[in-house]
């Protein structure tokens, strides 16, 4: 492997800077777990602000909750607390709500939905920036809060500069835009993941927007995981992509465990990546297609030290492409997994729906009489019409055949394993991938491939299952799920 791709993968895993960040971002649990896979090196947080500069924070932030409704309000801090619980509020109380913060409470129910969430969004981004403005710029890796957002990899590769500290508001969304003709709530353009995109939304459909509907961290004290699944298209590629920034992604999010698809690596390449992990992230586990050259392959990254660790299925006829990883950890089974596409014209849509999907579907219930089992990956199927943009227009096209939605069904979900971001979001319209030839990217008009199904055991202990559509460099975006253990 060239130098170039060596030094590209130690910025994907180089982690060793986390402990400068806060404890939000979940440094610190699997605190027992980690003292047996990291040593003495885990990551632990001193506290060097002095009692001077803790009052100063306390008095600024009571500063601003003052002149703030959400402070002054049971209701809306507790939906800032936690912003998933806007989709499920009933038509008054989001009008109360809306009423205590002083907006038009008028409108449809999505509407009023779309007013509550911007309102929350710009609340948020208000009181991060006024808080920025007060830190010392050179400490603010270590005191700026997950809510001040890193800059977009699409910003550094077009060669924006952002101030932390002069943040624009995010433009207000305006629900009641809604273009007939196609179907798209226009919105923030820098943010097209939050535009309603479909052609033939129903009436209680809202876009995702993982900037207030993401749950807030588990407490310091809460055991769990973080798991972050990504189809890459490409792993060399990716890390030699002009501004993409992996460190940047590492970091906040600061994930336990990094999942990858159709890496293309062949096994060669393998090996000099394994040689450039660094202390903490030591445990991979590779697969590469031995039937074609640069073709699928799967992965896990780790930094707890899994029992044991599978590849493929056990036959001989699906193992050849490099398409399962199966790592066994104490509470559960993880599986990285690249579902065959269908292809052009449909050709191997016999063979994915009769053959791959019930062996999979086998596996993972072999696996599960022993312990729980989580399923990642690109599923390649778009299960239902709020998992694609144009369903009509795509009957017949690979991933959203009534064959391929039907097996999806009958092999996964019939079988007691759960769609873990439809559960928590079940009018949510979020895509995880774009197609480039139209670049829907830009209008959001994609498709939901990529998924965390688990075992019926463990469904009620995931606290979060979302997407990050703002990370490109893949026409997949990654996705994630946090887990209570």
């Known amino acids: 492997m060239n130098q170039a791709l060596q030094l590209g993968f130690r910025t994907i895993i180089n982690l060793s800077s986390f402990a400068e960040f806060p404890r939000n971002l979940g440094i610190g649990r699997l605190a027992p777990l980690r003292g047996k896979v990291m040593g003495s090196k885990g990551r632990s947080i001193s506290n060097s602000s002095s009692i001077a500069g803790q009052n100063f924070d306390r008095k600024l932030k009571e500063t601003v909750d003052n002149d703030n409704p959400i402070?002054?309000?049971?209701?809306?801090?507790?939906?800032?607390?936690?912003?998933?619980?806007?989709?499920?509020?009933?038509?008054q109380q989001l009008r109360t709500a809306l009423r205590t913060a002083g907006i038009s409470s008028k409108g449809l129910k999505r509407e009023l939905v779309c007013a509550l969430q911007s309102y929350l969004a710009e609340e948020m981004d208000g009181e991060s920036s006024l808080l920025a403005e007060k830190l010392d710029p050179s400490d603010s890796d270590k005191k700026i809060s997950m809510m001040m957002e890193t800059k977009s990899v699409e910003d550094q590769v077009q060669g924006r500069k952002t101030s932390l500290t002069k943040r624009k508001r995010p433009i207000e969304v305006d629900c009641k835009a809604v273009s007939a003709e196609n179907g798209v709530t226009p919105v923030n353009q820098s943010e097209?993941?939050?535009?309603?995109?479909?052609?033939?939304?129903?009436?209680?459909?809202?876009?995702?927007?993982?900037?207030?509907?993401?749950?807030?961290?588990?407490?310091?004290?809460?055991?769990?995981?973080?798991?972050?699944?990504?189809?890459?298209?490409?792993?060399?590629?990716?890390?030699?992509?002009?501004?993409?920034?992996?460190?940047?992604?590492?970091?906040?999010?600061?994930?336990?465990?990094?999942?990858?698809?159709?890496?293309?690596?062949?096994?060669?390449?393998?090996?000099?990546?394994?040689?450039?992990?660094?202390?903490?992230y030591e445990n991979s586990f590779w697969t590469c297609s031995n039937a074609k050259l640069g073709y699928s392959g799967t992965a896990i990254i780790s930094r707890i030290k899994p029992l044991s660790v599978r590849y493929g299925l056990g036959i001989s006829?699906?193992?050849?492409?490099?398409?399962?990883?199966?790592?066994?950890?104490?509470?559960?089974?993880?599986?990285?997994?690249?579902?065959?596409?269908?292809?052009?014209?449909?050709?191997?849509?016999?063979?994915?729906?009769?053959?791959?999907?019930?062996?999979?579907?086998?596996?993972?219930?072999?696996?599960?009489?022993?312990?729980?089992?989580i399923l990642t990956g690109d599923l390649n199927?778009?299960?239902?019409?709020?998992?694609?943009?144009?369903?009509?227009?795509?009957?017949?096209?690979?991933?959203?055949?009534?064959?391929?939605?039907?097996?999806?069904?009958?092999?996964?979900?019939?079988?007691?394993?759960?769609?873990?971001?439809?559960?928590?979001?079940?009018?949510?319209?979020?895509?995880?991938?774009?197609?480039?030839?139209?670049?829907?990217?830009?209008?959001?008009?994609?498709?939901?491939?990529?998924?965390?199904?688990?075992?019926?055991?463990?469904?009620?202990?995931?606290?979060?299952?979302?997407?990050?559509?703002?990370?490109?460099?893949?026409?997949?975006?990654?996705?994630?799920l946090v887990l209570k253990l």
Not at 72 to 81: F, H, M, Q, V, Y
Not at 386 to 410: H, K, L, M, V
């Open 317 to 373: 006829d699906h193992d050849s492409e490099g398409r399962v990883v199966t790592a066994e950890f104490d509470s559960f089974y993880l599986l990285s997994v690249y579902v065959p596409n269908s292809g052009d014209g449909l050709r191997r849509l016999t063979y994915r729906t009769t053959e791959w999907d019930p062996s999979l579907s086998n596996y993972i219930k072999e696996l599960e009489k022993s312990k729980p089992v």
């Open 192 to 280: 097209p993941w939050t535009i309603l995109a479909h052609k033939k939304p129903q009436k209680e459909w809202i876009a995702y927007n993982p900037r207030t509907m993401r749950r807030t961290p588990p407490t310091v004290n809460t055991n769990f995981v973080k798991i972050l699944s990504w189809n890459v298209n490409g792993l060399r590629a990716l890390l030699k992509l002009e501004g993409f920034s992996a460190l940047e992604l590492a970091k906040r999010e600061n994930f336990d465990i990094l999942c990858l698809q159709e890496t293309k690596l062949q096994e060669k390449d393998v090996e000099s990546i394994k040689q450039s992990l660094i202390e903490g």
């Open 71 to 91: 402070s002054n309000s049971p209701l809306l801090k507790d939906i800032k607390d936690d912003p998933g619980k806007i989709e499920a509020m009933t038509v």
């Open 381 to 480: 199927c778009a299960h239902e019409e709020i998992d694609i943009y144009n369903p009509a227009g795509n009957r017949r096209s690979a991933g959203f055949t009534i064959e391929e939605r039907q097996s999806f069904g009958t092999n996964f979900l019939s079988r007691g394993f759960v769609d873990t971001f439809r559960k928590q979001h079940p009018g949510v319209v979020g895509y995880t991938y774009w197609g480039y030839r139209h670049g829907g990217r830009k209008t959001n008009k994609g498709w939901r491939l990529d998924y965390f199904l688990v075992s019926e055991a463990i469904a009620d202990a995931v606290h979060d299952s979302y997407i990050l559509p703002d990370v490109v460099g893949s026409d997949h975006c990654p996705i994630g």
